[in-house]
């Protein structure tokens, strides 16, 4: 599975970027990166359930995250208001693993 992860935003307008193919991981770690993915439930999102209903403070954190798993694509954009709780531990692993890799 590709996974690419941005975010930007925040007080100090911190970005991220973490780039992976989880087949290039380890497999404990591609399994826990997929286990996230599958729990999330975000290959089946659209887009239209995650429209903010405010516009929010202006530190909100924005994540673009993309994934590509065979003929299946799914690409989101997503903030720290319209991220449903299934998706917040995989953003956070994301966040942590772009942190890891700077």
């Keep these: 599975m590709r996974i690419d992860f ?14 992976v193919d989880t087949r290039t991981l ?15 439930n975000v290959m089946e999102m659209q887009p239209s359930q995650l429209v903010a209903t405010s516009a929010g403070p202006p530190d909100v954190m924005t994540y673009r ?5 065979g003929d299946r694509h799914q690409s989101l954009t997503v903030t ?5 709780p299934s998706l917040q531990p995989l953003l956070s692993r994301l966040r942590d693993l772009a ?4």
């Design 26 to 40: 380890r497999p404990g770690e591609a399994s826990e990166l997929e286990a996230l993915v599958q729990q999330s």
């Design 99 to 102: 942190l890891e890799h700077r």
């Design 65 to 69: 995250l993309e994934f590509q798993e």
């Design 6 to 19: 941005q975010s930007s935003g925040g007080f100090a307008n911190l970005r991220l970027a973490y780039s």
């Design 80 to 84: 720290d208001l319209t991220a449903p």
